[in-house]
């Protein structure tokens, strides 16, 4: 017996309607849909709270203004002191933070988000008053200042 190929002209009776595919699949909606909330991760955090006090530092610092401040998981090697937790490269006018050490060396007293995000701010603060040759507290004190 040979195979012969089937013929275009199927019946009406016989025909799927078009909402379905193939295997009756077409008209199924996507896994992840609009409405929901994006992935908010560690790595976007950290981010989120280097770029806003890099920004704060560059509107109140005109030194700070040309200064890029660069993200890196870590350090190539450890120095004398450990670990570094960033590196300030003065005369190339760049501030690297390291992630993980900043993250995973750092201890916290209350491990919230809260905490977590002013101890990355105090990174950069820190690094900014190494690059500048000043005291941390010297860089935004009306930041720190309560009502």
Known sequence: MAWRKASNSTPAHRRRPARHGR?????RSAVVRPPLPPLDTRIDRFDLAVGTAAEFLRSAWPELRDVSFEIADMPIAADDQGIPRWRVLA?????????????????????????????????VFRAAAEYLDRDPWDLGPERFRYF
Not at 23 to 27: A, E, I, M, P, T
Not at 100 to 113: M, N, T, V
Request: hydrophobic residues 35%.
């Open 91 to 123: 005369d190339e006018k760049r501030i690297i933070l390291f992630r993980l050490p900043i993250e995973r060396l750092s201890h916290l007293h209350r491990d919230d988000d809260l905490h977590r995000r002013m101890m990355v701010e105090g990174s």
């Open 23 to 27: 295997h009756g699949r077409v008209g």
